[in-house]
T-cell receptor, first 113, second 116 residues
């Protein structure tokens, strides 16, 4: 069965610090997709990234970067030079056969000015 | 604009009073699903539908019903709501084409339900 673990329940940082959110997943399939979503205080889910299991290249988008390592079944998310607007709940999710998403419990990120 | 809409956005109700949360998408997507979000549990799938008249249970279907009479609509029905169904609900849709998980999931804005 698929499973996603986000061991960090809550992280607090001071603005401009770098922060890494951890995500570990379990699946028996060789073809799968990994996602990160952001949920700001307003409540909507904001799609950040989708990565398939055959592409282990790291991804960078502005201050955001993702490190995918199949050897450790991890898909970690780093925010560089964090800002107050980054404060949100961040979800990692997995999708293998079918369109169902299996979500982790989420990590609450608080960025203080 | 491609979107998934949900109504109502907020609802406070009492135990046992039947309610329906509507979900509609304008992208001609085959796949639609409902999730509930609870603290410490993330989002869990309630029901999903691969196409019109085809629905199936997700991970937490107890106490919920769905229907898919039209491709664009996928209402979530609580016949007799209970306090443990107090949650934040999301509807999602995606194209069924492509490899598993390849299609982007579009989420609605969420419905915050409180059952007293």
């Amino acid at each position: 069965a698929q499973k996603v673990t986000q061991a960090q329940t809550e992280i607090s940082v001071v603005e401009k610090e770098d922060v890494t959110l951890d995500c570990v997943y379990e699946t028996r399939d060789t073809t799968y997709y990994l996602f990160w979503y952001k949920q700001p205080p307003s409540g909507e889910l904001v799609f950040l990234i989708r990565r398939n299991s055959f592409d282990e290249q790291n991804e960078i988008s502005g201050r955001y970067s993702w490190n995918f390592q199949k050897s450790t079944s991890s898909f970690n998310f780093t925010i560089t030079a964090s800002q107050v607007v980054d404060s949100a709940v961040y979800f990692c999710a997995l999708s293998d056969y079918g369109n169902k998403l299996v979500f982790g419990a989420g990590t609450i990120l608080r960025v203080k000015s | 604009e491609a979107q998934v809409t949900q109504n109502p956005r907020y609802l406070i109700t009492v135990t046992g009073k039947k309610l329906t949360v509507t979900c509609s998408q304008n992208m001609n997507h085959e796949y639609m699903s409902w999730y509930r979000q609870d603290p410490g549990l993330g989002l869990r799938q309630i029901y999903y539908s691969m196409n019109v008249e085809v629905t199936d249970k997700g991970d937490v279907p107890e106490g919920y019903k769905v229907s898919r009479k039209e491709k664009r609509n996928f209402p979530l029905i609580l016949e007799s709501p209970s306090p443990n169904q107090t949650s934040l609900y999301f509807c999602a849709s995606s194209s069924a084409e492509g490899l598993a998980g390849d299609s982007e999931q579009f989420f609605g804005p969420g419905t915050r339900l409180t059952v007293l």
